[in-house]
Protein backbone atom coordinates (compact mmCIF):
# COMPACT_ATOMS: atom_id res chain seq x y z
CA UNK A 1 0.00 0.00 0.00
CA UNK A 2 2.78 1.94 0.94
CA UNK A 3 4.44 1.35 -2.42
CA UNK A 4 1.29 2.18 -4.27
CA UNK A 5 0.80 5.67 -2.61
CA UNK A 6 4.47 6.46 -3.57
CA UNK A 7 4.08 5.80 -7.05
CA UNK A 8 0.46 7.93 -6.64
CA UNK A 9 2.29 10.68 -5.42
CA UNK A 10 5.24 10.20 -7.75
CA UNK A 11 3.12 10.89 -10.67
CA UNK A 12 1.29 13.45 -9.15
CA UNK A 13 4.04 15.63 -8.11
CA UNK A 14 5.40 15.17 -12.29
CA UNK A 15 2.09 16.47 -13.48
CA UNK A 16 2.53 19.43 -11.39
CA UNK A 17 5.98 20.48 -12.25
CA UNK A 18 4.96 19.55 -16.20
CA UNK A 19 1.64 22.07 -15.27
CA UNK A 20 3.73 24.21 -14.29
CA UNK A 21 6.46 24.32 -17.03
CA UNK A 22 3.48 24.45 -19.53
CA UNK A 23 2.15 27.66 -17.74
CA UNK A 24 5.79 29.15 -18.00
CA UNK A 25 5.55 28.83 -21.96
CA UNK A 26 1.84 31.47 -22.28
CA UNK A 27 1.60 34.86 -22.07
CA UNK A 28 -1.00 37.11 -21.08
CA UNK A 29 -1.85 40.57 -20.23
CA UNK A 30 -2.34 40.42 -16.75
CA UNK A 31 0.23 37.46 -16.30
CA UNK A 32 -2.81 35.48 -14.31
CA UNK A 33 -2.63 31.75 -14.41
CA UNK A 34 0.88 31.41 -13.64
CA UNK A 35 1.93 32.85 -17.31
CA UNK A 36 4.19 35.89 -18.33
CA UNK A 37 2.70 39.67 -18.69
CA UNK A 38 5.78 39.70 -21.20
CA UNK A 39 6.54 38.02 -24.29
CA UNK A 40 10.00 38.82 -24.10
CA UNK A 41 10.10 37.15 -20.54
CA UNK A 42 8.52 34.13 -21.60
CA UNK A 43 10.36 33.71 -25.09
CA UNK A 44 13.97 34.23 -22.61
CA UNK A 45 12.67 31.41 -20.59
CA UNK A 46 11.69 28.59 -23.14
CA UNK A 47 13.73 26.13 -23.86
CA UNK A 48 14.83 25.14 -27.30
CA UNK A 49 12.77 23.29 -29.58
CA UNK A 50 9.86 24.84 -27.40
CA UNK A 51 6.30 26.49 -28.04
CA UNK A 52 5.02 30.35 -26.73
CA UNK A 53 1.44 30.76 -26.64
CA UNK A 54 0.02 34.34 -26.49
CA UNK A 55 -2.93 34.51 -25.57
CA UNK A 56 -5.87 37.78 -26.47
CA UNK A 57 -4.17 41.41 -25.56
CA UNK A 58 -1.54 44.18 -26.61
CA UNK A 59 1.59 43.62 -25.89
CA UNK A 60 3.86 47.17 -25.92
CA UNK A 61 7.60 45.75 -25.88
CA UNK A 62 10.25 44.43 -28.57
CA UNK A 63 11.15 40.95 -28.37
CA UNK A 64 14.53 39.39 -29.21
CA UNK A 65 14.60 35.53 -30.11
CA UNK A 66 18.04 33.85 -28.88
CA UNK A 67 17.09 30.78 -28.49
CA UNK A 68 16.87 28.00 -31.32
CA UNK A 69 13.65 26.43 -32.27
CA UNK A 70 11.34 28.99 -30.72
CA UNK A 71 7.90 29.01 -32.04
CA UNK A 72 5.68 32.00 -30.73
CA UNK A 73 2.39 31.30 -31.48
CA UNK A 74 -0.69 33.92 -31.36
CA UNK A 75 -4.15 32.82 -30.32
CA UNK A 76 -5.10 34.64 -33.37
CA UNK A 77 -3.23 37.04 -35.38
CA UNK A 78 -6.51 40.07 -35.53
CA UNK A 79 -6.00 39.78 -31.46
CA UNK A 80 -2.73 39.10 -30.64
CA UNK A 81 -0.84 42.54 -31.24
CA UNK A 82 2.45 43.64 -30.98
CA UNK A 83 3.26 47.19 -30.44
CA UNK A 84 6.81 48.51 -30.44
CA UNK A 85 6.05 51.76 -30.85
CA UNK A 86 7.54 54.53 -28.18
CA UNK A 87 8.01 54.43 -25.56
CA UNK A 88 10.17 51.19 -26.80
CA UNK A 89 12.29 52.06 -30.06
CA UNK A 90 13.82 49.24 -32.60
CA UNK A 91 12.59 46.35 -34.39
CA UNK A 92 9.20 44.76 -33.13
CA UNK A 93 10.53 41.36 -33.08
CA UNK A 94 14.39 40.60 -34.19
CA UNK A 95 15.01 36.72 -34.72
CA UNK A 96 19.06 35.93 -33.63
CA UNK A 97 18.49 32.28 -33.71
CA UNK A 98 18.02 29.36 -35.79
CA UNK A 99 14.85 27.56 -37.15
CA UNK A 100 12.21 30.18 -35.19
CA UNK A 101 8.55 30.55 -36.20
CA UNK A 102 6.20 32.83 -35.39
CA UNK A 103 2.48 32.45 -36.27
CA UNK A 104 -0.89 34.42 -35.74
CA UNK A 105 0.41 37.82 -34.65
CA UNK A 106 0.11 41.42 -35.83
CA UNK A 107 2.78 43.79 -35.23
CA UNK A 108 2.30 47.34 -35.28
CA UNK A 109 4.02 50.77 -35.41
CA UNK A 110 7.22 50.44 -34.44
CA UNK A 111 10.44 52.74 -35.06
CA UNK A 112 12.30 50.23 -37.31
CA UNK A 113 11.85 47.09 -38.69
CA UNK A 114 8.13 45.11 -37.74
CA UNK A 115 10.56 41.30 -37.99
CA UNK A 116 14.22 41.53 -38.88
CA UNK A 117 15.66 37.91 -39.31
CA UNK A 118 19.35 38.54 -38.53
CA UNK A 119 22.29 37.76 -41.14
CA UNK A 120 23.70 34.06 -40.51
CA UNK A 121 20.41 32.55 -38.95
CA UNK A 122 18.50 30.04 -41.13
CA UNK A 123 15.53 28.33 -40.98
CA UNK A 124 12.74 31.50 -40.16
CA UNK A 125 8.79 30.42 -40.69
CA UNK A 126 6.90 33.61 -40.84
CA UNK A 127 3.12 32.56 -40.61
CA UNK A 128 -0.41 33.88 -40.30
CA UNK A 129 1.55 37.42 -39.39
CA UNK A 130 0.05 40.73 -40.20
CA UNK A 131 2.85 43.72 -40.05
CA UNK A 132 1.63 47.33 -39.78
CA UNK A 133 2.67 50.57 -39.98
CA UNK A 134 6.36 50.02 -39.26
CA UNK A 135 8.80 53.15 -39.87
CA UNK A 136 11.23 50.86 -41.55
CA UNK A 137 10.46 47.80 -43.28
CA UNK A 138 7.41 45.56 -42.41
CA UNK A 139 10.07 42.36 -42.46
CA UNK A 140 13.21 42.84 -43.32
CA UNK A 141 15.04 39.17 -44.23
CA UNK A 142 18.67 38.51 -44.12
CA UNK A 143 18.46 34.73 -43.22
CA UNK A 144 18.92 32.15 -45.74
CA UNK A 145 16.40 29.35 -46.11
CA UNK A 146 13.32 31.98 -44.81
CA UNK A 147 9.90 31.38 -45.75
CA UNK A 148 6.73 34.29 -45.13
CA UNK A 149 3.74 32.72 -46.31
CA UNK A 150 -0.18 33.74 -45.43
CA UNK A 151 0.80 36.98 -44.16
CA UNK A 152 -0.33 40.33 -44.50
CA UNK A 153 2.15 43.34 -44.88
CA UNK A 154 0.44 46.94 -45.48
CA UNK A 155 1.76 50.27 -45.02
CA UNK A 156 5.43 49.63 -44.29
CA UNK A 157 7.47 53.34 -44.63
CA UNK A 158 10.00 51.74 -46.48
CA UNK A 159 9.90 48.13 -48.63
CA UNK A 160 7.35 45.59 -47.32
CA UNK A 161 9.47 42.85 -47.81
CA UNK A 162 13.00 43.89 -48.01
CA UNK A 163 15.45 40.31 -49.18
CA UNK A 164 19.24 40.13 -49.01
CA UNK A 165 19.52 36.23 -48.28
CA UNK A 166 19.59 33.08 -50.40
CA UNK A 167 17.07 30.48 -50.46
CA UNK A 168 14.06 32.46 -49.37
CA UNK A 169 10.40 31.27 -50.19
CA UNK A 170 7.76 34.59 -49.75
CA UNK A 171 3.96 32.75 -50.61
CA UNK A 172 0.57 33.79 -50.49
CA UNK A 173 0.45 36.68 -48.82
CA UNK A 174 -1.19 40.14 -49.18
CA UNK A 175 1.32 42.96 -49.67
CA UNK A 176 -0.07 46.56 -50.20
CA UNK A 177 0.89 50.51 -49.48
CA UNK A 178 4.62 51.52 -49.54
CA UNK A 179 5.88 54.42 -50.29
CA UNK A 180 8.64 52.08 -51.93
CA UNK A 181 8.28 49.06 -53.19
CA UNK A 182 6.16 45.77 -52.57
CA UNK A 183 8.96 43.28 -52.12
CA UNK A 184 12.88 43.78 -52.91
CA UNK A 185 15.18 41.04 -53.15
CA UNK A 186 19.06 40.51 -53.67
CA UNK A 187 20.13 36.93 -53.21
CA UNK A 188 19.56 33.68 -55.14
CA UNK A 189 16.72 31.12 -55.19
CA UNK A 190 14.29 33.82 -54.22
CA UNK A 191 10.74 32.37 -55.03
CA UNK A 192 7.51 34.77 -54.90
CA UNK A 193 4.89 32.61 -55.58
CA UNK A 194 0.89 33.45 -55.21
CA UNK A 195 1.30 36.57 -53.94
CA UNK A 196 -1.36 39.99 -54.02
CA UNK A 197 0.73 42.82 -54.24
CA UNK A 198 -0.81 46.78 -54.84
CA UNK A 199 -0.20 50.11 -54.50
CA UNK A 200 3.43 50.37 -54.18
CA UNK A 201 5.47 53.30 -55.24
CA UNK A 202 8.75 51.70 -55.78
CA UNK A 203 7.35 49.22 -57.61
CA UNK A 204 5.87 45.33 -57.09
CA UNK A 205 8.90 43.30 -57.10
CA UNK A 206 12.77 43.79 -58.06
CA UNK A 207 15.52 40.90 -57.54
CA UNK A 208 18.62 40.82 -58.30
CA UNK A 209 20.23 37.58 -58.26
CA UNK A 210 20.35 34.33 -59.80
CA UNK A 211 17.29 31.59 -60.00
CA UNK A 212 14.39 34.07 -59.19
CA UNK A 213 11.05 32.31 -59.16
CA UNK A 214 8.07 34.71 -59.47
CA UNK A 215 5.46 32.79 -60.40
CA UNK A 216 1.06 33.12 -60.19
CA UNK A 217 1.32 36.81 -58.38
CA UNK A 218 -1.02 39.20 -58.96
CA UNK A 219 -0.50 42.91 -58.97
CA UNK A 220 -1.87 46.09 -59.62
CA UNK A 221 -1.56 49.58 -59.52
CA UNK A 222 2.28 49.96 -58.73
CA UNK A 223 4.09 53.16 -58.89
CA UNK A 224 7.34 51.46 -60.48
CA UNK A 225 8.05 48.12 -62.67
CA UNK A 226 5.81 45.34 -61.55
CA UNK A 227 8.23 42.77 -61.92
CA UNK A 228 12.21 43.15 -62.66
CA UNK A 229 14.45 40.58 -62.53
CA UNK A 230 18.37 41.68 -63.40
CA UNK A 231 20.48 38.09 -63.07
CA UNK A 232 20.83 34.35 -64.36
CA UNK A 233 18.30 31.47 -65.16
CA UNK A 234 14.91 33.63 -64.41
CA UNK A 235 11.48 32.10 -64.03
CA UNK A 236 8.82 34.31 -64.54
CA UNK A 237 5.64 32.56 -64.85
CA UNK A 238 1.80 33.01 -64.86
CA UNK A 239 1.65 36.27 -63.44
CA UNK A 240 -1.24 39.08 -64.01
CA UNK A 241 -0.14 42.39 -63.74
CA UNK A 242 -2.81 45.35 -64.24
CA UNK A 243 -2.17 49.38 -64.16
CA UNK A 244 1.38 49.37 -63.91
CA UNK A 245 3.39 52.61 -64.09
CA UNK A 246 7.00 52.16 -65.51
CA UNK A 247 7.58 48.32 -67.40
CA UNK A 248 5.26 45.86 -66.94
CA UNK A 249 7.66 42.93 -66.85
CA UNK A 250 11.42 43.77 -67.12
CA UNK A 251 13.92 41.27 -67.33
CA UNK A 252 17.88 41.04 -68.04
CA UNK A 253 20.26 38.24 -68.41
CA UNK A 254 23.43 40.23 -67.49
CA UNK A 255 26.71 39.06 -68.97
CA UNK A 256 28.82 36.55 -67.04
CA UNK A 257 31.97 37.88 -64.26
CA UNK A 258 33.97 36.91 -67.21
CA UNK A 259 34.58 35.41 -69.76
CA UNK A 260 37.30 33.19 -72.01
CA UNK A 261 38.71 36.19 -73.79
CA UNK A 262 39.34 38.20 -70.06
CA UNK A 263 40.16 34.92 -67.88
CA UNK A 264 43.79 34.02 -67.06
CA UNK A 265 42.85 31.01 -65.81
CA UNK A 266 41.60 29.98 -68.71
CA UNK A 267 44.03 27.02 -69.91
CA UNK A 268 45.36 23.58 -68.99
CA UNK A 269 49.27 23.90 -69.54
CA UNK A 270 50.71 20.09 -70.45
CA UNK A 271 54.63 19.76 -70.04
CA UNK A 272 56.59 18.08 -72.91
CA UNK A 273 59.10 15.42 -72.54
CA UNK A 274 59.42 14.15 -68.93
CA UNK A 275 56.68 15.89 -67.39
CA UNK A 276 55.63 15.17 -64.10
CA UNK A 277 52.40 16.91 -64.49
CA UNK A 278 50.27 19.61 -65.30
CA UNK A 279 49.93 23.39 -63.87
CA UNK A 280 46.99 26.16 -64.25
CA UNK A 281 47.87 29.23 -65.68
CA UNK A 282 46.73 32.04 -62.96
CA UNK A 283 48.54 35.09 -64.13
CA UNK A 284 50.92 34.81 -61.54
CA UNK A 285 54.47 34.79 -62.91
CA UNK A 286 55.98 32.18 -61.26
CA UNK A 287 52.95 29.88 -61.99
CA UNK A 288 53.84 30.83 -65.59
CA UNK A 289 57.78 30.14 -65.55
CA UNK A 290 57.04 27.21 -63.49
CA UNK A 291 54.29 25.79 -66.57
CA UNK A 292 57.27 26.71 -68.63
CA UNK A 293 60.09 24.72 -67.21
CA UNK A 294 58.30 20.95 -66.79
CA UNK A 295 60.59 18.85 -68.18
CA UNK A 296 62.76 21.72 -68.71
CA UNK A 297 60.50 22.15 -72.36
CA UNK A 298 57.06 24.18 -72.11
CA UNK A 299 54.19 24.16 -74.26
CA UNK A 300 55.37 26.17 -77.63
CA UNK A 301 52.42 28.54 -76.97
CA UNK A 302 53.40 29.13 -73.41
CA UNK A 303 56.10 31.81 -72.30
CA UNK A 304 57.27 33.91 -70.13
CA UNK A 305 58.10 37.66 -71.57
CA UNK A 306 61.78 38.63 -69.23
CA UNK A 307 61.36 42.31 -70.74
CA UNK A 308 58.06 42.94 -69.66
CA UNK A 309 57.50 40.51 -66.89
CA UNK A 310 54.34 39.33 -68.16
CA UNK A 311 52.89 36.16 -69.07
CA UNK A 312 51.48 34.52 -72.65
CA UNK A 313 48.93 31.72 -72.30
CA UNK A 314 47.50 29.54 -74.99
CA UNK A 315 44.44 30.74 -76.59
CA UNK A 316 41.91 29.04 -78.58
CA UNK A 317 43.78 29.93 -81.63
CA UNK A 318 46.83 28.12 -80.66
CA UNK A 319 45.61 25.50 -78.10
CA UNK A 320 46.42 22.60 -80.69
CA UNK A 321 49.82 21.58 -80.39
CA UNK A 322 48.71 18.59 -78.21
CA UNK A 323 50.63 20.13 -75.22
CA UNK A 324 48.05 23.23 -74.62
CA UNK A 325 44.41 22.18 -73.83
CA UNK A 326 41.73 25.18 -73.37
CA UNK A 327 39.58 24.25 -70.72
CA UNK A 328 37.15 27.46 -70.47
CA UNK A 329 33.55 27.72 -71.50
CA UNK A 330 31.95 30.96 -71.48
CA UNK A 331 28.52 30.64 -68.83
CA UNK A 332 25.61 31.52 -70.77
CA UNK A 333 23.66 32.99 -67.91
CA UNK A 334 20.38 33.06 -69.33
CA UNK A 335 19.79 29.56 -70.74
CA UNK A 336 16.89 27.87 -69.01
CA UNK A 337 15.59 31.49 -68.77
CA UNK A 338 11.46 31.75 -69.02
CA UNK A 339 8.83 34.36 -68.92
CA UNK A 340 6.01 32.15 -69.75
CA UNK A 341 2.05 32.43 -69.64
CA UNK A 342 2.05 36.16 -67.84
CA UNK A 343 -0.51 38.70 -68.36
CA UNK A 344 0.35 42.40 -69.05
CA UNK A 345 -1.89 45.00 -69.60
CA UNK A 346 -2.47 49.23 -68.80
CA UNK A 347 1.10 50.14 -68.35
CA UNK A 348 0.83 53.90 -68.40
CA UNK A 349 4.19 55.21 -69.28
CA UNK A 350 6.48 51.80 -70.62
CA UNK A 351 6.10 48.80 -72.46
CA UNK A 352 4.02 45.47 -71.33
CA UNK A 353 7.81 43.50 -71.77
CA UNK A 354 11.24 44.44 -71.82
CA UNK A 355 13.37 41.48 -71.90
CA UNK A 356 17.19 41.55 -72.58
CA UNK A 357 19.95 38.77 -72.71
CA UNK A 358 23.56 38.99 -73.04
CA UNK A 359 23.29 35.22 -73.72
CA UNK A 360 21.33 32.93 -75.90
CA UNK A 361 18.83 30.72 -74.74
CA UNK A 362 15.88 32.89 -72.65
CA UNK A 363 12.51 31.57 -73.67
CA UNK A 364 9.53 34.44 -73.82
CA UNK A 365 6.18 32.03 -74.76
CA UNK A 366 2.70 32.77 -74.59
CA UNK A 367 2.65 36.08 -72.87
CA UNK A 368 0.24 38.04 -73.04
CA UNK A 369 0.80 42.27 -73.79
CA UNK A 370 -2.08 44.82 -74.74
CA UNK A 371 -2.70 48.76 -73.88
CA UNK A 372 0.22 49.49 -72.62
CA UNK A 373 1.45 52.71 -73.00
CA UNK A 374 4.68 52.58 -75.24
CA UNK A 375 3.99 49.45 -76.78
CA UNK A 376 3.57 45.87 -76.25
CA UNK A 377 7.41 43.71 -76.16
CA UNK A 378 10.43 45.57 -76.39
CA UNK A 379 13.71 43.19 -77.37
CA UNK A 380 17.34 43.63 -77.34
CA UNK A 381 20.08 41.99 -75.87
CA UNK A 382 20.87 38.17 -77.98
CA UNK A 383 19.37 35.22 -78.74
CA UNK A 384 16.07 35.26 -77.18
CA UNK A 385 13.16 32.95 -78.82
CA UNK A 386 9.87 34.35 -78.28
CA UNK A 387 7.02 32.05 -79.43
CA UNK A 388 3.21 32.57 -78.89
CA UNK A 389 2.90 35.26 -77.83
CA UNK A 390 0.23 38.26 -78.15
CA UNK A 391 0.99 42.17 -78.11
CA UNK A 392 -2.83 43.80 -78.73
CA UNK A 393 -3.76 47.47 -78.74
CA UNK A 394 -0.75 48.86 -77.40
CA UNK A 395 0.73 52.40 -78.00
CA UNK A 396 -0.59 56.05 -77.67
CA UNK A 397 -1.04 58.75 -80.62
CA UNK A 398 1.30 60.93 -78.38
CA UNK A 399 4.30 58.87 -77.54
CA UNK A 400 7.10 57.08 -80.13
CA UNK A 401 7.25 53.70 -80.29
CA UNK A 402 4.34 52.35 -79.86
CA UNK A 403 4.70 48.66 -82.23
CA UNK A 404 3.50 45.50 -80.82
CA UNK A 405 6.80 43.95 -81.13
CA UNK A 406 10.08 46.07 -80.68
CA UNK A 407 13.24 43.79 -81.64
CA UNK A 408 16.94 45.56 -81.56
CA UNK A 409 20.02 43.18 -80.90
CA UNK A 410 21.49 40.21 -82.73
CA UNK A 411 19.90 36.58 -83.11
CA UNK A 412 16.24 36.67 -82.24
CA UNK A 413 13.94 33.89 -82.97
CA UNK A 414 10.23 34.78 -83.07
CA UNK A 415 7.93 31.80 -84.26
CA UNK A 416 3.97 32.36 -84.16
CA UNK A 417 3.43 35.61 -82.18
CA UNK A 418 0.24 37.65 -83.07
CA UNK A 419 0.00 41.49 -83.16
CA UNK A 420 -3.10 43.00 -83.70
CA UNK A 421 -4.36 46.16 -83.64
CA UNK A 422 -1.53 48.40 -82.55
CA UNK A 423 -1.04 52.29 -82.20
CA UNK A 424 2.16 51.65 -84.13
CA UNK A 425 4.22 48.57 -86.37
CA UNK A 426 3.05 45.09 -85.57
CA UNK A 427 6.42 44.09 -85.56
CA UNK A 428 9.36 46.83 -86.09
CA UNK A 429 12.89 44.85 -86.82
CA UNK A 430 16.15 46.40 -85.90
CA UNK A 431 19.78 44.73 -85.13
CA UNK A 432 20.79 41.87 -87.35
CA UNK A 433 20.47 38.15 -88.19
CA UNK A 434 16.41 37.35 -86.24
CA UNK A 435 14.72 35.04 -87.96
CA UNK A 436 10.74 35.40 -87.75
CA UNK A 437 8.43 32.64 -89.00
CA UNK A 438 4.75 31.84 -88.79
CA UNK A 439 3.96 35.55 -87.21
CA UNK A 440 0.99 37.43 -87.95
CA UNK A 441 0.34 40.94 -87.55
CA UNK A 442 -3.08 42.47 -88.67
CA UNK A 443 -4.82 46.23 -88.18
CA UNK A 444 -1.77 47.65 -86.89
CA UNK A 445 -1.80 51.49 -87.39
CA UNK A 446 1.58 51.49 -88.83
CA UNK A 447 3.22 48.79 -91.09
CA UNK A 448 2.59 45.11 -90.35
CA UNK A 449 6.19 43.94 -90.42
CA UNK A 450 8.43 47.22 -90.38
CA UNK A 451 12.72 45.46 -91.65
CA UNK A 452 15.28 48.25 -90.81
CA UNK A 453 18.30 45.73 -89.29
CA UNK A 454 20.41 43.30 -91.56
CA UNK A 455 20.06 39.80 -92.21
CA UNK A 456 16.64 39.77 -91.12
CA UNK A 457 15.33 36.19 -92.28
CA UNK A 458 10.99 36.28 -92.71
CA UNK A 459 9.32 33.00 -93.79
CA UNK A 460 5.73 32.29 -93.52
CA UNK A 461 4.57 35.06 -91.75
CA UNK A 462 0.82 36.52 -92.39
CA UNK A 463 0.42 40.65 -93.07
CA UNK A 464 -3.50 41.80 -93.27
CA UNK A 465 -5.33 44.81 -93.03
CA UNK A 466 -2.14 47.00 -91.97
CA UNK A 467 -2.95 50.81 -92.35
CA UNK A 468 0.89 51.07 -93.88
CA UNK A 469 2.63 47.79 -95.40
CA UNK A 470 2.20 44.78 -94.89
CA UNK A 471 5.95 43.94 -94.87
CA UNK A 472 8.05 46.88 -95.59
CA UNK A 473 11.75 46.26 -96.25
CA UNK A 474 13.41 49.90 -95.31
CA UNK A 475 16.44 51.97 -96.71
CA UNK A 476 18.77 51.03 -93.67
CA UNK A 477 18.06 47.22 -94.11
CA UNK A 478 20.92 44.99 -95.79
CA UNK A 479 20.40 41.28 -96.60
CA UNK A 480 16.94 40.54 -95.76
CA UNK A 481 15.25 37.30 -96.77
CA UNK A 482 11.02 37.11 -97.69
CA UNK A 483 10.41 33.85 -98.26
CA UNK A 484 6.74 32.24 -98.53
CA UNK A 485 5.22 35.17 -97.13
CA UNK A 486 1.81 36.46 -97.66
CA UNK A 487 0.47 40.06 -97.45
CA UNK A 488 -2.86 41.15 -98.18
CA UNK A 489 -5.38 44.10 -97.83
CA UNK A 490 -3.00 46.56 -96.58
CA UNK A 491 -2.16 49.91 -98.28
CA UNK A 492 0.37 48.39 -99.83
CA UNK A 493 1.28 44.84 -99.38
CA UNK A 494 4.71 44.85 -99.56
CA UNK A 495 8.09 47.18 -100.33
CA UNK A 496 11.14 47.27 -100.77
CA UNK A 497 13.90 49.74 -100.51
CA UNK A 498 16.73 47.61 -98.80
CA UNK A 499 20.03 46.28 -100.03
CA UNK A 500 20.40 43.08 -102.00
CA UNK A 501 16.99 41.91 -100.35
CA UNK A 502 16.19 38.67 -101.19
CA UNK A 503 12.26 37.35 -102.39
CA UNK A 504 10.79 34.10 -103.05
CA UNK A 505 7.13 32.49 -103.14
CA UNK A 506 5.54 34.89 -101.43
CA UNK A 507 1.76 36.18 -101.61
CA UNK A 508 1.44 39.63 -102.02
CA UNK A 509 -1.66 41.75 -103.33
CA UNK A 510 -0.23 45.17 -104.13
CA UNK A 511 3.82 46.51 -104.63
CA UNK A 512 4.82 49.98 -103.80
CA UNK A 513 6.85 52.88 -102.06
CA UNK A 514 7.40 51.88 -98.18
CA UNK A 515 5.75 55.65 -96.92
CA UNK A 516 8.73 56.30 -94.79
CA UNK A 517 9.24 55.45 -90.91
Not at 217 to 246: E, Q, Y
Request: proline residues 3%.
Amino acid sequence: MRRTFRILFANCTLALFTAIAAQANCVNPTGSGGCFSSIQAAVSAAAPGETVRVDSGTYFETVAITTPGITLLGATAKKVILDPGPPNSGNGIDILANNVMLRKLTIRNGTADGIAVASGVTGTRILKVTVIGAEDDCINIRGSHTVVKNSTLRSCSSQLLQVNADDVTIQKNSLSESNNRCLAGTGTNIGVVNNDMSTCDGGCVDITGGNAQVAKNHMASCSGNGIRTLGDTPSIVKNTLIGIRDAGIEVTCPAPPTTCDSDPARTIFTGGPGSAGCHQFNGDQNNCMQAWTIGFQGPASCFFNANNNSCSGCGPANANNGQCTNTCTDTNVCNGGLVSQNIVSKVTNEECFILSASGTGLLVEQNSGSECEDGGFHIDGTGITLRKNTASGNGTFSTSGNSGFEISGTDHVLEQNTAIGNIGDGFNIDGTGHTLTKNDAEENAGNGFDVEGDKISLTKNTAKENAKVGIAVNSPAQNTTVNKNTALDNRTDFCDEGTGTTTSGNMFGTTGPCFGN
